[in-house]
């Protein structure tokens, strides 16, 4: 962090949501702006009997604000890039303080912003306790307001921490197990408030943008349908946030060939053996004709996000093959974002 970040916060820590704060907003263009505590406008109409000021609810040009937390490692950067790619005013680690402020100013008659979003998070410090106090009063403000909350099992915040080699926020020189321990007794209270929780676990940046968009954003931001086909092993668990689920067990399983054992759905060899007896190419017959017609309901609609899971034992050959097999086929589609997802393909081999 530079030097006048450093300040910049350090100030904003001594005189509190009336303090001036630096603070990073990104756009399209990433900019860097300074955000001074604004008061929306009040008339004489807003005050109570004695002369206070009643919360009267406010009028501005901000059609949306999203505050978007949840815990460290589960996609909230991936969910700002949402919203930033759909338009919207974007501002990350911005102590909750310092959210008035940000309201305060988007707010004001001469602000031009209809649509933000805001990640704010363990990483704002002492700052993070009020955060349930901002919400209230934007409840207060009468500002349409959504909170979006993010999480996922321990295990896989601890993979990804692993994977990144970063260090969590509340455990920087502790285990990362430790972090996440300490972070759940702080989100807890937040949870419950949300007006949309998301479980990341197993999903990829795909799968969470598609799910973001499909149940926040303003149906003509959503854009194509992004249509995500994912593979997964029924012995490795059930898929997380499908909206379809295929079960294909019933094929030829290459598992229990030795010399296709080790190959995977990608192999032309592992396809050739699935489909020998005639039951793939009847599969697939059945399986456009769905699709086909279920598709352009959906893109109608104005879906935003659709996962399709296709289900084997080990999720290594029979639903690969046929997860590429269908994204190949709807790649070229104009209306459609394809993307393929294979959970478990990377899992070795186990027994006979």
């Known amino acids: 962090m530079s030097g006048d970040r450093r300040e910049a916060r350090r100030r904003a820590a001594a005189h509190g949501a009336r303090g001036a704060a630096l603070v990073r907003a990104r756009g399209h263009n990433g900019i860097t702006v300074l955000i001074r505590p604004l008061r929306p406008p009040r008339t004489s109409a807003d005050r109570k009997p004695g002369g206070k000021l009643?919360?009267?609810?406010?009028?501005?040009?901000?059609?949306?604000?999203?505050?978007?937390?949840?815990?460290?490692?589960?996609?909230?950067?991936?969910?700002?890039?949402?919203?930033?790619?759909?338009?919207?005013?974007?501002?990350?680690?911005?102590p909750p303080e310092m959210i008035r402020s940000l309201v305060e100013l988007l707010v004001h008659g001469g602000a031009k912003v209809e649509r933000a979003a805001v990640v704010s998070d363990v990483r704002g410090g002492v700052y993070f306790d009020?955060?349930?106090?901002?919400?209230?009063?934007?409840?207060?403000?009468?500002?349409?307001?959504h909170l979006l909350f993010l999480e996922a099992a321990e295990q896989a915040l601890v993979t990804r921490y692993q994977e990144t080699r970063r260090r969590h926020p509340l455990a920087p020189d502790g285990s990362v197990a430790a972090g996440v321990a300490a972070e759940r007794t702080l989100l807890g209270p937040l949870r419950s408030r949300a007006d949309l929780v998301i479980d990341t676990t197993g999903m990829s940046a795909a799968?969470?943008?598609?799910?973001?968009?499909?149940?926040?954003?303003?149906?003509?931001?959503?854009?194509?349908?992004?249509?995500?086909?994912?593979?997964?092993?029924?012995?490795?668990?059930?898929?997380?946030?499908?909206?379809?689920?295929?079960?294909?067990?019933?094929?030829?399983?290459?598992?229990?060939?030795?010399e296709l054992r080790a190959l995977t759905g990608h192999d032309e060899r592992v396809v050739e053996f699935i489909a020998r007896d005639g039951r793939l190419q009847e599969l697939y017959e059945r399986l456009h004709a769905l699709l086909d017609f279920l598709l352009p309901q959906y893109v109608a609609e104005g879906k935003a996000h659709l996962v399709i899971a296709i289900g084997c034992t080990g999720g290594r050959h029979r639903s690969v093959a046929i997860a590429e097999h269908?994204?190949?086929?709807?790649?070229?589609?104009?209306d459609l974002e394809v993307a393929v997802v294979h959970r478990d393909v990377d899992r070795r081999p186990q027994g006979p």
């Open 207 to 258: 799968m969470l943008r598609g799910k973001i968009a499909d149940e926040l954003l303003p149906r003509q931001a959503a854009g194509r349908l992004a249509l995500t086909f994912t593979s997964f092993g029924f012995k490795h668990g059930p898929p997380r946030g499908e909206d379809l689920a295929f079960d294909v067990r019933f094929l030829a399983n290459p598992h229990y060939e030795p």
């Open 54 to 94: 009643a919360r009267a609810p406010v009028a501005s040009r901000l059609q949306d604000l999203v505050v978007i937390t949840g815990f460290s490692g589960a996609g909230k950067s991936t969910a700002m890039n949402v919203f930033e790619d759909a338009g919207y005013f974007c501002v990350d680690n911005l």
């Open 130 to 145: 009020a955060l349930r106090a901002v919400v209230d009063d934007l409840d207060a403000l009468g500002l349409s307001h």
């Open 326 to 334: 269908l994204a190949e086929r709807y790649r070229d589609h104009e």
